[in-house]
């Protein structure tokens, strides 16, 4: 196995990117073909290490010898690239098996991708891999980058050297990585490893985010994927990751979804998941190319430490635009500090601009008061961040500007505070200093702006995520969960309402004191507090209202019997009856906000768990949180505060503050109980009757699903 040369450390994929010999199989002699500029280009930016060839026909290209077998090869390479048609592959994999070579790179298409009766092929190769100990990348990828080491797998021809950054990249598609690394060039964005992942038959995106995050020179990821496959795994690694990620997760493809079996599972669409997924792990998620620029430009400025910001502007209007992409990211524009100003006061003066937060550059030419200007601001205990909006026509300014953004970067370094530079100026100008310039800057104000807030983001979620406890434990009587599912398994139908309640009472949740009725029972001394809810428990009716099976506020034990006879004709109403199994008498709930709480198995994911608030808020407004379960106190609340109605919650215009830490157990719970029960496929509680503070919850609804 090879050693990184940076740590000395190994890893099982080092392989793929330090090989200290490299395999090309697929090279022509004669003609130009794929094989062959790979060769071409590994030896032209000058490969770390020793080229072997492998074609169809004997010779020589660019001074590497092409043998005609993997067994003529005369040593056995680190790693092989094979680009040769399918069907010639597992014959292939077998010589490279014989060989000793663990490490196979396989290019070629015609895989599962062009048809899906190609899977028994890709099974072939993957059970010649596991056979001989191989690890694939591929196949159908242009294979791994790595610019420490002169190593570059894909097949288009490249001219001259790459230059060295920090960014690595994980691609599912080739053409969208190599596009995004050159219009990350274009902004002065630099990578260092790139690994195109294809139709990933043995290894994935998780083994390679895995990589980088160990890798002693990559310092952020991103990813652009089409599909997650190893959904638990991945977020098991991002959750671990020191390194910013930054995933761009395209819909085309959706990913296997069952058929929805109740509201829970409708309702979280599986992109809703990945994103709830993403923010949970601190992975910053982007939509196109142009917020991955902004984000990897970002991630060249200190960390934003709060939402505190000045604005520094030589265009009042810029100052203006600034001021509402800041409004809507929530930053803060604090107030300067009379010694800040008497300073300001010192290095200009000013007839018709008032000195505030935006400061307003306008009256200003002298590029060393900017310079000042910024210091001083960099310099100020209660500013977080800097955006400034440098406005300028590069006829008369741009060596003075390239002078004052060096200065700049200095000043950003020294502070550990960020500046987010807008550069508003004539296009080619703008070209060339992002292309050239060192220093990142931004096209306008919201772009900066997004910037700064992508930073505070980053930071922010990360705590959460690194502080975030120990998901807490309840005690769960399993026994009581499994004979209610037996039961239902034998009557091969859906639990009752009752023994959705009786489930959640198994796990520690209290519902609201009912009583039940067989169908034509008739309530005598029920021992219940009035006024009473009545309701239908009906096996194929888990919709109780929508049958006419719910009656509110009965008083006495003759609207009892009135509210069921009245049940029961709706029922009989209906163009296909439904079973009426009984009746359940509830004592109804105070008065309080009515939420919902649910949790499934998703198919990707495992475990999950959905907060939002009731009725047609979930369906209309979609406000809801999504965690993989299970959750801690922290990850509870910061879904409750990610709702947009949290204020609602938190007390609002005279309504008292609810009781925030009982929702907070409860989904806490939820989330154990579907990760503990894994035969539960889906559950939700809906209403929960959110009470003031101390004053609890009420569950009055239950839907209960075993696989
Ligand atoms: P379903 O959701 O099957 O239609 P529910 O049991 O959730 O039936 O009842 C419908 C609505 O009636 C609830 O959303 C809630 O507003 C109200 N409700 C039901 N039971 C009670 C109760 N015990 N106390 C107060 N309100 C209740
Ligand atoms: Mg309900």
Not at 183 to 193: G, R
Not at 245 to 272: F, G, Y
Not at 378 to 389: K, P, T
Not at 461 to 483: A, H, Q, T, Y
Request: aromatic share 6%; proline share 5%; with cysteine.
């Amino acid at each position: 196995m090879k050693t990184h040369p940076a740590t000395n450390a190994t890893h099982p994929l080092d392989n793929f990117f330090y090989p200290k010999s490299l395999l090309i199989i697929g090279v022509s002699v004669k003609r130009i073909n794929l094989g062959k500029i790979i060769l071409i280009n590994n030896v032209n930016i000058g490969f770390k290490g020793t080229i072997f060839a492998v074609g169809s026909e004997a010779g020589e290209v660019q001074g590497v010898t092409v043998y005609t077998s993997v067994a003529e090869v005369p040593e056995t390479p680190d790693v092989a690239i094979i680009i040769t048609p399918a069907p010639t592959i597992p014959d292939i994999m077998v010589q490279c098996g014989e060989k000793g070579i663990t490490h196979i790179v396989i290019e070629s298409g015609g895989f599962t991708e062009y048809s899906q009766d190609n899977k028994s092929l890709e099974r072939e190769v993957l059970d010649i891999a596991r056979r001989y100990g191989m690890r694939i990348i591929g196949p159908n990828c242009i294979g791994t980058i790595n610019v420490e080491h002169n190593l570059i797998m894909p097949f288009a021809l490249v001219q001259g050297g790459i230059p060295a950054g920090s960014l690595s990249i994980v691609s599912q598609s080739g053409g969208v990585g190599d596009t995004y690394m050159r219009i990350a060039n274009e902004n002065h964005i630099f990578f260092n490893k790139f690994i195109a992942v294809g139709n990933k038959l043995d290894l994935d995106e998780v083994d390679f985010m895995e990589y980088l995050i160990q890798d002693t020179t990559t310092t952020s990821i991103f990813m652009y994927l089409e599909g997650i496959n190893r959904g638990r795994a991945f977020f098991d690694t991002a959750m671990k990751s020191d390194k910013p990620i930054i995933v761009q997760k395209s819909n085309r493809s959706p990913m296997s979804s069952r058929i929805a079996q109740s509201h829970t599972a409708a309702l979280s669409a599986d992109d809703e998941v990945v994103g709830s997924m993403l923010h949970q792990a601190a992975v910053v998620r982007v939509k196109s190319e142009d917020e991955l620029i902004i984000a990897a430009k970002a991630l060249q400025l200190p960390m934003m430490k709060g939402r505190r910001l000045a604005v520094l502007s030589r265009s009042g209007g810029h100052a203006v635009i600034t001021v509402d992409a800041c409004a809507k990211y929530g930053f803060e524009l604090v107030e300067f500090p009379e010694s800040f100003l008497e300073k300001i006061r010192t290095l200009y003066n000013t007839r018709i601009i008032a000195h505030q937060n935006p400061l307003d550059l306008g009256e200003i030419f002298d590029y060393t008061i900017f310079t000042k200007i910024l210091e001083a601001t960099l310099e100020l205990d209660n500013i977080d961040g800097i955006v400034f909006n440098h406005v300028y026509q590069s006829s008369y300014e741009a060596q003075m500007s390239r002078t004052f953004l060096d200065g700049v970067h200095q000043m950003v370094k020294r502070s550990g505070k960020p500046v987010a530079v807008t550069l508003i100026s004539d296009g080619d100008e703008i070209l060339d200093i992002q292309k050239n310039h060192p220093f990142p800057t931004f096209n306008n104000p919201l772009q900066a702006i997004t910037a700064l807030w992508g930073l505070l983001y980053y930071r922010q979620r990360k705590d959460l995520r690194n502080n975030r406890g120990m998901p807490p434990e309840f005690p769960i009587n399993l026994n009581l969960v499994e004979s209610i599912k037996k039961h239902c398994k034998e009557e091969k139908r859906i639990p009752l309402t009752s023994e959705a309640l009786e489930v959640c009472r198994a796990a520690g949740i209290t519902p609201v004191r009912h009583a039940v009725l067989g169908s034509d029972e008739t309530p005598e001394d029920l021992k219940m507090i009035f006024p009473v809810a009545v309701k239908l428990l009906s096996r194929n009716a888990s919709h109780k209202s929508d049958v006419g099976g719910v009656k509110l506020n009965i008083d006495s034990s003759g609207g009892i019997i009135d509210a069921i006879a009245e049940i029961k004709n709706s029922v009989k109403a209906m163009a296909m009856p439904a079973a009426v199994d009984g009746f359940m008498i509830q004592e109804m709930a105070p008065r309080g906000e009515e939420f919902f709480v649910g949790a499934r198995q998703d198919p990707v994911f495992g475990p999950i768990v959905i907060a939002g608030f009731g009725g047609i808020f979930i369906e209309v407004l979609k406000d809801r949180a999504i965690r993989l379960a299970p959750i801690t106190e922290a990850e509870a609340e910061d879904m409750l505060r990610q709702l947009r109605m949290f204020p609602l919650l938190a007390g609002v215009r005279g309504k008292p503050a609810l009781d925030i830490e009982a929702l907070v157990g409860m989904l806490c719970r939820v989330s154990h109980l579907i990760t503990t029960v894994p035969t539960i496929s889906e559950m939700d509680l809906n209403p929960i009757i959110v009470h003031p503070r101390g004053m609890g919850l009420s569950v009055v609804d239950a839907r209960v699903f075993f696989f």
